[in-house]
Every structure is written in C-alpha cells, then in structure tokens.
C-alpha cells in the first residue's frame, strides 16, 4: 500500500503564494503519473496540474501561468508552487500517485489524505 503525506496548505491572501508537497510512503517501488486535484465545498473535485515521470506537465486553465507542477523522483515527491492565488482556488487539495509498490507489479491510483487551501483577505 503506498501512503501520500501531503503538506503546505494555509490560510494566504488573494495574490500570495503557497507551496504544496506531497511525499510518498518508501514502499512504492515506482511511480509513473502524479498529480494534484482539488475540491471546493460543493463541487465535484476537479484536475489542476499532472506530471508525468519525465516532467511532461499539464493544467487546468484556470491554473495556467499561476501554477507550477515538479516533482523529485528520488524522493517519490511532487510539488504544487502556487502564485497569484485568488479567492475561487480555495479548496481542499488532494495529492494522487499512479505508482506499483514492487517490481512486476500493477500500477494502481493511490490518493493523499488532502490539504485545505484557504485564499482570503
């Protein structure tokens, strides 16, 4: 089972930044897509950026040009460095790992516990 500890979440004015982190557990043997998503109090959850193992990176275009996806892969690690932020990205922010936990073993989606993201003056 692999575990996703994510952390950097807070209370931040609208135009400040945070920066979010998300470490998997060491059983994971490899991880392929990461990812961040997030949900607002009655909304369904929505993608905001995605990363693949070599970096290729993706965003919601209510993200683009405010948020930055990266992620270390010797420390099973993925970053959100979110700027510019604004009252509608509060929400709370879920880490998500498309990993295997040994050699030969199916990838399967694994989920952090969540983060609140609170954005206001």
């Known amino acids: 089972q692999v575990q996703l500890v994510e952390s950097g979440g807070g209370l931040v004015q609208p135009g400040g930044s945070l920066r979010l982190s998300c470490a998997a557990s060491r059983s994971v043997f490899s991880i392929n897509a990461m990812a961040w998503y997030r949900q607002a109090p009655g909304k369904q959850r929505e993608l905001v950026a995605t990363?693949?193992?070599?970096?290729?990176?993706n965003y919601a275009d209510s993200v683009k040009g405010r948020f930055a996806i990266s992620r270390d892969n010797a420390k099973n690690t993925v970053y959100l460095q979110m700027n510019s932020l604004k009252p509608e990205d509060t929400a709370v922010y879920y880490c998500?790992?498309?990993?295997?936990?040994?050699?030969?073993?199916?990838?399967?989606?694994?989920w952090g516990q969540g983060t609140q993201v609170t954005v206001s003056s």
């Open positions: 990363i693949t193992r070599d970096s290729t990176s």
């Open positions: 998500f790992a498309h990993a295997a936990t040994y050699y030969g073993s199916p990838n399967r989606d694994y």
